[in-house]
């Protein structure tokens, strides 16, 4: 099973910015779709981000379009997630994951990912 460890997590004001990043363990990265999700205290996690493999398609929830994007290097088996204008109700812990399903609206939640990360933790102070 490949394993995915994010990275570039923090504390961050409300208005910063964070750029996460989720490396792979293995060549095959290049043929997976790749989300984000993320999960505050006692809540479901939820999608963020997603990414198809070649990186020209991508998918972002509502509230954070025109904030975050989402991104791919495929040479280095890393995706990323850059996070602009950032908001305290963006606090959460941050995962990332891949699905062997091609990218489409109808796979933009967590059963439909395989391999998860640890979750790295973001934390926005107002």
């Known amino acids: 099973q490949v394993q995915l460890v994010e990275s570039g997590g923090g504390l961050v004001q409300a208005g910063g910015s964070l750029r996460l990043s989720c490396a792979a363990s293995?060549?095959?990265?290049?043929?997976?779709?790749m989300g984000w999700f993320r999960q505050a205290p006692g809540k479901e996690r939820e999608f963020v981000a997603a990414?198809?493999?070649?990186?020209?398609?991508?998918y972002y929830t509502d509230s954070v379009k025109g904030r975050f994007t989402i991104s791919r290097d495929n040479a280095k088996n890393t995706m990323y997630l850059q996070m602009n204008s950032l908001k305290p109700e963006d606090t959460a812990v941050y995962y990332c994951?891949?699905?062997?399903?091609?990218?489409?609206?109808?796979?933009?939640?967590?059963?439909?990912?395989?391999?998860w990360g640890q979750g790295t933790q973001v934390t926005v102070s107002s």
């Open positions: 293995e060549r095959t990265f290049g043929s997976w779709a």
């Open positions: 994951a891949n699905t062997g399903f091609p990218l489409s609206p109808g796979i933009l939640e967590p059963k439909r990912f395989a391999s």
């Open positions: 990414i198809n493999w070649r990186g020209d398609s991508t």
